[in-house]
């Protein structure tokens, strides 16, 4: 008979507990490996090389595209939350996160699936509800997104500047025309007639599916109108379709400042991280692209259980809690964008610029508020900004500055100064204009040589203050401030340190200083109130701090930049602005002479400002400002005061 000792019971007792341990390890650990199989699986919603325990592979295969069929661009992620040996019936709980195109919000549940034990082989068993739990035989998931409305960016009393306006898409239907010679024939034909580039059109709709629309261009309503609808029909393969978009007034309506609102790009897409899908409107440029999201808003959706047809289809008869979704997100549509622009004013400084064949620009601001009413380009400008982000030489206008800081160094506005034919510093000789009146010459007020605009008295001053002098003197009407607009803008530089010619230059507005007309609208009213006017575009949002020098402007200086400022409208460049009502006008003309040409090409400035109204603009290629800025000046005032 054999005996063991209490020993070998021990070691027994405790091998047999030890075999049990690593066969419920092992157990485990095959369980844990097919479900994550089965996971990865799921998430590329292709389970067709999973063996299950109760269904054929291609029949669970066809159960799942069924099952997901509507979820049309939706991406699921699929992880093990957790598995459970349980005995007789392995079971995993499976962790669903759906990212849902368009929106920031995934869908996220639990689902489970049991498993049969053979061995030690795991074998899952297929079932709808493997994909979610409230899905049965020949039901599906069906994913319903609802798009958010754009927000509208409004302007002065809430007047609706960019907003839904009616567009056509016109394109080439490849359906509709056979052959590359033909379509390419007509690719070149349509391109011909609405004005865009014919061959990078006859390319890409040569690249295009043969069952493809390929949009040529979208036209807003009335410019569609315009082209002769015969010779447009004429196209084969043409083809055209209405729609909205959100569009300002105008193409040539501040394009710069707000940018544009089409179909999201493949770049766009992929910055988004998932906020923006292919189709999806977005923001190109300006402030509709800085403050997109806000006025984009974030779609939203419902998720529903929906009976499926073998096609997989949805019978719309069939919903499953139709009123009861599995899972909703809702619409959280765009927010409107409140700016300063002055829509009636705006249009009318683009009519105003309109024969100008060099690039030109009008900024209006309101001197209380800093609004920025008007900020218009011409169209020789081609787009660019020329109202915020040009840099010429600011000409005579730059002498308020210049007056500034005589003044602080103890000038009066009836100082004599010496208006002089001619001055020459370091061999360079500077001269009046050529229209300058024989009678301003000689010894006159500092008052008079600012009305007639004398280039030599300032100059002959120039020994009374330094570049940095002018430098702060400029920075305290507000050039060279630091200011967030939503949208770039430049806001002028004076140099500190200058050379002996240099200088003389820079007193009256030549040399290495460069300006705007945002910065120079920025000194007339500044000039005017008697502090730095800190510009305003828009309303309401979080931006970043507008910073000024510290070498602020007094009353006192103020009053006597007015004064000098009224003299060039009485008696100087601006009389024109007389016709204001009431006569008030106060300003400055300027001219600026730049390249080689001689004669020398100028600059036409002028900046003025009539009661609440600061005016600042620029042709790049003009006469004298009196001549060629001060009707334009005037122009932009009258249409404030209807």
Same mark, same amino acid.
């Given at each position: 008979?054999?005996?063991?000792?209490?020993?070998?019971?021990?070691?027994?007792?405790? $091998?047999?507990?030890?075999?049990? !341990?690593? #066969?419920?390890?092992?157990?485990?650990?095959?369980?844990?490996?097919? $479900?994550? *199989?089965?996971?990865?699986?799921?998430?590329?919603?292709?389970?067709? %090389?999973?063996?299950? !325990?109760?269904?054929?592979?291609?029949?669970?295969?066809?159960?799942?595209?069924?099952?997901?069929?509507?979820?049309?661009?939706?991406?699921?992620?699929?992880?093990?939350?957790?598995?459970?040996?349980?005995?007789?019936?392995?079971? !995993?709980?499976?962790?669903?996160?759906?990212?849902?195109?368009?929106?920031?919000?995934?869908?996220?549940?639990?689902?489970?699936?049991?498993?049969?034990?053979?061995?030690?082989?795991?074998?899952?068993?297929?079932?709808?509800?493997?994909?979610?739990?409230?899905?049965?035989?020949?039901?599906?998931?069906?994913?319903?997104?609802?798009?958010?409305?754009? %927000?509208?960016?409004?302007?002065?009393?809430?007047?609706?500047?960019?907003?839904?306006?009616?567009?056509?898409?016109?394109?080439?239907?490849?359906?509709?025309?056979?052959?590359?010679?033909?379509?390419?024939?007509?690719?070149?034909?349509?391109?011909?007639?609405?004005?865009?580039?014919?061959?990078?059109?006859?390319?890409?709709?040569?690249? /295009?599916?043969?069952?493809?629309?390929?949009?040529?261009?979208?036209?807003?309503?009335? $410019?569609?109108?315009?082209? *002769?609808?015969?010779?447009?029909?004429?196209?084969?393969?043409?083809?055209?379709?209405? #729609?909205?978009?959100?569009?300002?007034?105008?193409?040539?309506?501040?394009?710069?400042?707000?940018?544009?609102?089409?179909?999201?790009?493949?770049?766009? &897409?992929?910055?988004?991280?998932?906020?923006?899908?292919?189709?999806?409107?977005?923001?190109?440029?300006?402030?509709?692209?800085?403050?997109?999201?806000?006025?984009?808003?974030?779609?939203?959706?419902?998720?529903?259980?929906?009976? &499926?047809?073998?096609?997989?289809?949805?019978?719309?008869?069939?919903?499953?809690?139709?009123?009861?979704?599995?899972?909703?997100?809702?619409? #959280?549509?765009?927010?409107?964008?409140?700016?300063?622009?002055?829509?009636?004013?705006?249009? +009318?400084?683009?009519?105003?610029?309109?024969? +100008?064949?060099?690039?030109?620009?009008?900024?209006?601001?309101?001197?209380?508020?800093?609004?920025?009413?008007?900020?218009?380009?011409?169209?020789?400008?081609?787009?660019?900004?020329?109202?915020?982000?040009? +840099?010429?030489?600011?000409?005579?206008?730059?002498?308020?500055?210049?007056?500034? #800081?005589?003044?602080?160094?103890?000038?009066?506005?009836?100082?004599?100064?010496?208006?002089?034919?001619?001055?020459?510093?370091?061999?360079?000789?500077?001269?009046? /204009?050529?229209?300058?009146?024989?009678?301003?010459?000689?010894?006159?007020?500092?008052?008079?040589?600012?009305? +007639?605009?004398?280039?030599?008295?300032?100059?002959?001053?120039?020994?009374?203050?330094?570049?940095?002098?002018?430098?702060?003197?400029?920075?305290?009407?507000?050039?060279?401030?630091? /200011?967030?607009? %939503?949208?770039?803008?430049?806001?002028?530089?004076?140099?500190?340190?200058?050379?002996?010619?240099?200088?003389?230059?820079?007193?009256?507005?030549? %040399?290495?200083?460069?300006?705007?007309?945002?910065?120079?609208?920025?000194?007339?009213?500044?000039?005017?109130?008697?502090?730095?006017?800190?510009?305003?575009?828009?309303?309401?949002?979080?931006?970043?701090?507008?910073?000024?020098?510290?070498?602020?402007?007094?009353?006192?200086?103020?009053?006597?930049?007015?004064?000098?400022?009224?003299?060039?409208? $009485?008696?100087?460049?601006?009389?024109?602005?007389?016709?204001?009502?009431?006569?008030?006008?106060?300003?400055?003309?300027?001219?600026?002479?730049?390249?080689?040409?001689?004669?020398?090409?100028?600059?036409?400035?002028?900046?003025?400002?009539?009661?609440?109204?600061?005016?600042?603009?620029?042709?790049?290629?003009? *006469?004298?400002?009196?001549?060629?800025?001060?009707?334009?000046?005037?122009?932009?005032?009258?249409?404030?005061?209807?």
């Amino acid at each position: 008979m054999t005996t063991f000792s209490r020993r070998h019971l021990f070691l027994g007792s405790a $091998a047999t507990s030890l075999a049990l !341990a690593l #066969s419920a390890c092992s157990s485990d650990s095959h369980l844990q490996e097919s $479900a994550q *199989n089965l996971a990865s699986a799921l998430t590329n919603l292709d389970i067709s %090389g999973i063996q299950f !325990a109760n269904r054929d592979a291609a029949q669970a295969q066809k159960s799942l595209e069924h099952a997901s069929y509507n979820m049309t661009g939706a991406e699921p992620t699929v992880s093990v939350a957790e598995v459970n040996q349980g005995g007789d019936s392995p079971r !995993a709980k499976l962790h669903w996160a759906w990212k849902i195109p368009g929106s920031p919000q995934p869908w996220e549940y639990d689902s489970s699936v049991t498993f049969t034990a053979e061995g030690e082989n795991m074998t899952p068993q297929w079932s709808p509800t493997v994909i979610h739990p409230d899905v049965e035989e020949s039901a599906g998931l069906l994913l319903e997104s609802k798009s958010a409305s754009r %927000g509208e960016i409004l302007g002065q009393d809430d007047a609706a500047i960019v907003t839904s306006r009616p567009v056509v898409q016109v394109g080439i239907d490849k359906t509709k025309v056979s052959g590359n010679e033909a379509q390419q024939k007509s690719a070149r034909a349509l391109a011909e007639l609405v004005d865009i580039d014919a061959d990078a059109f006859a390319k890409q709709v040569k690249n /295009a599916g043969e069952s493809q629309f390929v949009e040529a261009i979208v036209l807003r309503q009335e $410019a569609f109108n315009k082209i *002769n609808q015969s010779d447009i029909e004429k196209i084969e393969g043409f083809f055209s379709t209405e #729609s909205t978009r959100s569009l300002a007034p105008s193409a040539d309506f501040a394009p710069d400042i707000l940018g544009t609102v089409s179909p999201a790009t493949s770049d766009d &897409i992929e910055k988004s991280e998932g906020k923006l899908v292919s189709g999806q409107m977005t923001g190109h440029g300006g402030l509709s692209e800085r403050f997109d999201e806000h006025l984009r808003g974030t779609d939203g959706y419902s998720i529903y259980s929906v009976q &499926i047809k073998d096609d997989g289809s949805v019978d719309p008869e069939q919903f499953i809690n139709r009123d009861n979704p599995l899972h909703q997100v809702d619409v #959280s549509n765009g927010k409107n964008l409140n700016i300063t622009l002055d829509s009636a004013a705006q249009s +009318q400084a683009v009519k105003i610029l309109e024969d +100008q064949d060099s690039p030109s620009a009008i900024v209006a601001m309101r001197v209380s508020t800093g609004e920025i009413l008007v900020a218009a380009n011409g169209k020789a400008s081609e787009g660019f900004s020329t109202a915020l982000m040009s +840099q010429y030489a600011p000409g005579s206008t730059f002498k308020i500055p210049t007056s500034l #800081s005589l003044l602080r160094k103890g000038m009066k506005t009836d100082s004599i100064v010496n208006c002089s034919e001619s001055v020459t510093v370091d061999g360079q000789t500077f001269k009046n /204009a050529s229209t300058y009146p024989a009678d301003a010459l000689g010894e006159q007020t500092l008052a008079v040589a600012v009305a +007639q605009s004398s280039n030599t008295a300032f100059i002959n001053e120039r020994d009374k203050v330094t570049q940095a002098d002018l430098h702060d003197a400029a920075a305290a009407l507000g050039i060279g401030i630091e /200011a967030d607009l %939503g949208v770039p803008a430049f806001f002028g530089t004076v140099p500190t340190d200058a050379s002996e010619v240099e200088h003389a230059a820079s007193m009256i507005g030549q %040399g290495k200083i460069l300006v705007s007309p945002i910065a120079m609208a920025i000194v007339a009213a500044s000039a005017y109130k008697g502090e730095v006017v800190k510009p305003v575009l828009v309303k309401e949002q979080q931006l970043g701090e507008t910073k000024v020098s510290n070498t602020s402007l007094t009353q006192d200086e103020s009053k006597q930049l007015k004064t000098l400022m009224r003299g060039v409208v $009485a008696e100087g460049g601006l009389q024109n602005l007389k016709e204001l009502t009431p006569d008030t006008a106060v300003g400055k003309t300027g001219t600026a002479e730049y390249g080689n040409d001689n004669p020398p090409k100028t600059h036409s400035w002028v900046m003025a400002v009539h009661e609440d109204i600061a005016v600042a603009l620029v042709v790049e290629d003009g *006469n004298l400002g009196s001549i060629t800025g001060a009707p334009l000046a005037l122009e932009m005032f009258q249409e404030f005061k209807n």
